[in-house]
């Protein structure tokens, strides 16, 4: 299995597309050689990159399969690396990202059933307790609209804020705020730069991989946690539409809903920092 790292910008990306020096769509899953089919599977490093690798190394060859992780850091990327056929498959998002992402640039890409949640937590360098959190904190916040709302909502079960009646925490975003008595000043960034940046706020709310990556626990370093009960937010493997009744991308999604994958997850994450989702 080879593993490479993408963290190119997304306009660069856009670019070479424009110049014709990426791929376009194609009918086609994976590299077959012999009894084994090679799939590409775009993933962020951790702990999607960590698991695959995991099926990889374990499970697999036995199912006639070699899997080759390409990671990115640039959440825009695998959507478009995906539909434009250069990968065979992500694993790296949720629901309401990937529905976001269809509405607006229109790919036509097919989500199987969550395998891992990454629970989001608020982190800060300078307070231990949210009570503590001073009138006019800056708070970083993803500027993306699915993790946007999800943010939303975890400061309002913290009652930082309170988000105008009737909103959907899914589609929350910065101006469905109703109430914000400490005045927090919302200082909004790439999900990939709110770890680098936490020292310039007073607390910053991350994604579980984002924070991991970055050396945080959401589960121990987290000053609140997002609750995984009924969470809409699991991470799944996501194909091209016309892909979804391929046999190895269906063998493959087996393999990441194995006792085995489960097991691994425990085991690796005891701590809660990423969960099974099945």
Avoid at 176 to 183: A, G, M, S
Avoid at 205 to 219: F, S, T
Wanted: hydrophobic share 35%; charged share 30%; glycine share 8%.
């Amino acid at each position: 299995m080879k593993t490479k790292l993408i963290a190119i910008t997304a306009s660069a990306t856009l670019l070479l597309s424009g110049c014709g020096l990426v791929g376009g769509g194609t009918d086609t899953v994976g590299e077959t050689d012999g009894n084994i089919t090679t799939l590409t599977v775009g993933a962020t490093p951790v702990p999607q990159g960590d698991i695959l690798r995991f099926v990889d190394k374990n499970l697999a060859e036995e199912a006639g399969l070699d899997i080759e992780v390409t990671e990115y850091t640039d959440y825009t990327l695998p959507n478009k690396a995906l539909s434009d056929g250069d990968i065979d498959a992500n694993y790296f998002q949720h629901k309401p990202y990937l529905d976001s992402e269809v509405e607006g640039q229109g790919y036509e890409l097919t989500a199987f059933e969550p395998i891992n949640l990454e629970p989001f937590a608020l982190f800060s360098k300078t307070v231990k307790d949210v009570k503590n959190l001073p009138k006019g904190a800056k708070v970083g916040i993803n500027n993306d609209p699915a993790n946007q709302g999800r943010a939303l909502k975890l400061l309002e079960k913290a009652k930082l804020i309170t988000l105008k009646d009737g909103v959907d925490a899914v589609d929350a975003k910065l101006s469905d705020v109703e109430d914000n008595p400490k005045n927090i000043e919302f200082v909004e960034a790439d999900a990939a730069q709110l770890a680098r940046t936490l020292k310039d706020v007073d607390a910053s709310v991350i994604n579980g991989n984002n924070a991991l990556e970055a050396g945080l626990n959401p589960a121990k370093d987290g000053i609140i946690l997002e609750d995984a009960k009924d969470n809409p937010y699991g991470n799944f493997l996501a194909v091209r539409t016309e892909n979804k009744d391929d046999e190895n991308i269906k063998k493959l999604d087996e393999l990441l809903h194995s006792p085995e994958v489960k097991q691994f997850i425990e085991d690796k994450w005891k701590d809660g920092s990423v969960l099974p989702s099945f």
